[in-house]
């Protein structure tokens, strides 16, 4: 019963890492102008998130053991729900880059934490199912955004509701406090300093840099598509920025039902064949996205959504078969910190482009990245069975 309990507490901690993933692209077409910013800042505003994210989620096993994982998650989601709250009384581009410096630590460490937690203590459905919560909190960011602006409120106040809601589930990590699983003392004296492996001894495990590279690829797809989606839509197909914002949520709609039925798939599919087929319905999606009609943009962005929704997951849950228990941990944080070096550095990149060679080239720019996933997927692995298999 206690692990059932915790298991819907995690639920809800990652519906909180959703919430504020997708409010940035869903609130930027107006909050540009308000800001008196140019346009392609919205680069630099999730670079700062996404860098903070990578050097908490590098650190992420080094805290985990100190302080646990249940004071982690706790800590860092407040530090979620007090930048948020900043964002919603930021009224100059400055402050809102300060701000992103402790929204991004908080998230890596509590990506990294439980995404960890749940390789090791659940099955895989549990694990596309979580991140089926996370994609429940990306779609209502979008939603709460767009509600506000439809009301010509401004999009402080949107941020200032998802800064009050991430609150109330600091008050239940409290709670959920006793709950949690806590390492023996064996455990403990396996994982102490002097028996951990550095960075440079874990990248010369075979097929961890395919990993990190894999990593990378789909977390730059995701967070580029999530980002400037809306922006595409307004500039490039003349929509209005709310109904952008509304079309944005139709994506972490696919994300979040394709891992909903990913949990259920996964009983009949191994994770390999879960990531094969995510990238096969991206494909679709972005062919889908390319016809010149406005009706096809609807299941364009949920079939590109669908396609992402079991591939992270999937990958997350193979850590510990990949590579071992023993590092999983620190490799589950490195992991991460590729993928949000990604997510860091690919937006504020196609914007740079995009002021250049205009928005319609995201589509092209997300299947270049695409072509480079799938091949490295194949290769890490390769390279896993050939390790495995000695």
Not at 317 to 343: C, D, L, V, W
Request: aromatic letters at 12%; charged letters at 10%; one cysteine or more.
């Amino acid at each position: 019963m206690k692990k059932k309990l915790l298991l819907m507490v995690i639920y809800l901690a990652f519906i909180s890492l959703g919430l504020p993933d997708s409010l940035l692209g869903a609130a930027w077409p107006t909050m540009y102008i308000d800001l008196h910013a140019p346009i392609h800042f919205a680069g630099i505003i999730s670079m700062i998130i996404a860098g903070g994210t990578v050097i908490s989620s590098l650190f992420s096993a080094r805290f985990i053991d100190r302080f646990g994982v249940a004071s982690i998650t706790t800590f860092s989601v407040l530090m979620t729900a007090l930048a948020l709250l900043g964002f919603s009384y930021a009224q100059h581009f400055a402050f809102l880059c300060l701000l992103a410096i402790p929204l991004g630590l908080g998230a890596g460490c509590v990506d990294a934490a439980l995404n960890n937690y749940v390789a090791l203590h659940y099955k895989a459905k549990h694990m596309n199912w979580l991140h089926c919560f996370w994609g429940i909190g990306a779609a209502i960011g979008p939603m709460i955004m767009a509600r506000h602006l439809a009301l010509d409120r401004s999009w402080s106040s949107g941020y200032n509701t998802v800064g009050w809601i991430q609150i109330s589930l600091v008050i239940i990590l409290l709670i959920s406090t006793p709950l949690w699983i806590k390492k023996t003392r064996e455990q403990q004296a396996a994982d102490s300093p002097e028996t951990k492996s550095s960075f440079k001894t874990l990248l010369n495990i075979q097929g961890l840099k395919q990993a990190l590279i894999v990593f990378f690829c789909y977390c730059s797809i995701e967070a580029t598509f999530g980002l400037w989606g809306a922006s595409y839509l307004v500039f490039e197909r003349n929509f209005e920025t709310d109904a952008a914002a509304r079309l944005v949520s139709t994506y972490y709609i696919g994300i979040t039902f394709g891992r909903f039925i990913s949990g259920f798939i996964a009983e009949k599919l191994s994770n390999q064949h879960l990531v094969y087929l995510g990238q096969g319905v991206i494909v679709l999606g972005l062919i889908v996205l390319l016809l010149p009609f406005n009706v096809t943009l609807l299941p364009a962005f949920f079939l590109i959504g669908l396609g992402c929704a079991p591939i992270f997951p999937s990958l997350l849950h193979e850590t510990p078969r990949n590579f071992g228990k023993k590092h999983a941990q620190a490799i589950m944080g490195m992991q991460m910190a590729s993928a949000y070096i990604g997510i860091t550095l690919i937006p504020l990149l196609f914007g740079k482009l995009a002021s250049s060679l205009g928005y319609s080239s995201l589509l092209w720019f997300i299947g270049l990245i695409l072509a480079i996933k799938i091949y490295m997927t194949y290769d890490l692995n390769r390279k896993v069975f050939s390790r495995t298999s000695k």
